[in-house]
């Protein structure tokens, strides 16, 4: 832990030190100006991994596991969840989620952003995919991409990437029946770091528990180091209580050190505490809130599964956790199905054998006589694929003020709320229908089939959406609140749709075109 100093002043203070806030402070850093960090968490050891241990499983459970109502670490905040249909999940420390991710690092497409024209659906972002282009290229450089050029879905990337993890017996066989259907899929980009001393993937499989060989792409390996390095100051342990303002401009943070309150002075502040924790402050401290959608708009990427049971071993558990297969061939907009929008199809890795056994799967298995014959037809004969649909955005789904719950310095705790959009469901049941369709052309004997998948809410989005117009937006398309100046949201919740695609590849590279921004404008002010 980094104790903070009695108080401070910085050109920037950054809330968060998960994926946005390592990628903003590094860029930022390297712009010359003064960084200071606060980390309500602490440092993650990737050493100290239990995915090595006998009990990994357990402690998956446990400690490690992704939902702090379950993990209740001492820097943990509850969340009431109980008006959602989907538990959010995230981690508080040093690289934030990026500890506990599969690491799929896709990009949105670029018709994400504009949806409403094209689609009638959701509203069009301010800004284009060719805006994020080069910042999407300089995350990818950054984090460590392994995957294959020329994904036709894509314009033309420029990125390189290291070839991608190879295909499991079971995701090989999906491939396979993929081709025959006329589907089209792509090697999955992952986020998997690069360089001298960096241990190669060895495609081990719990990769949600911080890799202990140090391949897996997370913010506190592969940006943090180098942001430390250009000068920028990290402080853990530092809860940011307050958001303090003056005559309509940020003038710093209040955090709390242990119980201490320490003034962090600058006049720009970037949130960066995810699409809940951002939200949060936001309403605690009731800033930037003119359009009433501060909390607003919440999506989280509804999931459903597919698994399909193979006579013959596919050795679905080894390999990747998110999966070397992906496919978005159903990913743009046909209305013959009956909704706007789509889905992506991913290979899926299973679980070890205590989680199969409990039914992570979607079934548990039988206790008895019956049990071993079960499990030895279930574990290692199963392959799954994911559906993740596009979740347009609803203003009640929402974040909200607990009246109950508190962290441990009193702030209100976050409430969800949130029901799966209705043309999400209908996505949701065409995806489960191709996957069945892929898994059986595969050669599967017996399906589980899971339409929602309540433990799968790691994306976080939409609560604090960028746009144009002030009365309709929190932030500016370059993230900047319309009602504060100096008060920057650089994470998830300036979304304005989710597509159907993990968003942190998108979420690092808006940091870094919102840093750019700062640093551009902080020094034609003192020009």
């Not at 999400?424 to 017996?446: I, N, V, Y």
């Amino acid at each position: 832990m980094v104790l903070m100093d009695a108080d401070s002043e910085s050109d920037v203070v950054i809330v968060g030190a998960g994926a946005a806030g390592a990628a903003a402070a590094w860029r930022l850093a390297r712009h010359g100006l003064s960084v200071t960090c606060l980390e309500q968490g602490d440092w993650v050891d990737p050493k100290s991994s239990p995915s090595t241990d006998s009990d990994w499983e357990l402690l998956r459970q446990g400690p490690w596991n992704p939902n702090p109502n379950l993990r209740r670490g001492s820097v943990d905040c509850p969340v009431d969840a109980s008006e959602s249909s989907i538990e959010p999940l995230f981690f508080n420390g040093v690289g934030g989620s990026t500890v506990m991710w599969s690491c799929h690092f896709p990009r949105l497409h670029p018709s994400d952003f504009a949806t409403a024209s094209l689609d009638g659906a959701g509203d069009d972002w301010p800004i284009r995919y060719e805006e994020l282009d080069p910042y999407y290229d300089m995350n990818e450089r950054m984090m460590g991409v392994a995957g294959l050029a020329g994904n036709p879905a894509y314009p033309p990337m420029h990125a390189k990437r290291t070839p991608p993890v190879g295909l499991s017996p079971g995701a090989l066989r999906v491939a396979e029946a993929f081709n025959r259907l006329g589907w089209s899929w792509w090697p999955a980009d992952l986020s998997l770091r690069t360089g001298t001393n960096v241990a190669v993937c060895n495609n081990c499989g719990p990769c949600e528990l911080h890799c202990p060989r140090r391949a897996k792409g997370a913010a506190d390996l592969s940006y943090w180091p180098l942001a430390l390095a250009a000068g920028a100051r990290l402080a853990t342990g530092a809860r940011v209580v307050d958001v303090e303002t003056l005559g309509g401009r940020v003038t710093g943070v209040v955090a709390s050190d242990g119980g201490a309150l320490r003034r962090c002075k600058a006049p720009v502040v970037i949130l960066a505490a995810n699409g809940i924790g951002t939200p949060r402050l936001l309403l605690h401290c009731g800033l930037a809130n003119r359009s009433g959608l501060v909390g607003r708009r919440l999506m989280l990427h509804p999931l459903a599964r597919v698994t399909g049971i193979f006579e013959q071993p596919v050795e679905g558990h080894r390999g990747i956790a998110a999966g070397a297969l992906v496919s978005h061939h159903f990913y743009e907009t046909d209305m013959a199905r009956g909704f706007r929008r789509g889905v992506k199809l991913q290979g899926l890795g299973s679980h070890g054998p205590a989680l199969t056994a409990l039914g992570s799967l979607g079934r548990r298995l039988p206790w008895g006589t019956r049990h071993h014959a079960t499990f030895a037809n279930t574990f290692g004969h199963a392959f799954s694929l994911s559906i993740c649909s596009d979740d347009m955005p609803d203003v009640q789904n929402r974040v909200v003020l607990s009246g109950h719950l508190a962290d441990s310095d009193d702030v209100p705790a976050p409430k969800v709320i949130y029901r799966v959009p209705g043309e999400a469901k209908a996505a949701l049941d065409f995806g489960r229908a191709r996957a069945t369709e892929a898994l059986a052309e595969a050669g599967a004997a017996e399906f589980i089939e899971m339409d929602s998948v309540a433990g799968a809410g790691f994306h976080l989005m939409g609560t604090a959406r960028m746009g144009d117009n002030p009365e309709t937006s929190v932030v500016d398309r370059w993230g900047e609140s319309h009602d504060v100046a100096g008060l920057f949201v650089l994470d998830g919740s300036a979304f304005v749709t989710a597509a159907a695609a993990n968003p942190t590849n998108t979420i690092q590279a808006l940091a870094l075109r919102g840093a750019d921004r700062i640093a551009e404008t902080r020094s034609a002010r003192t020009a």
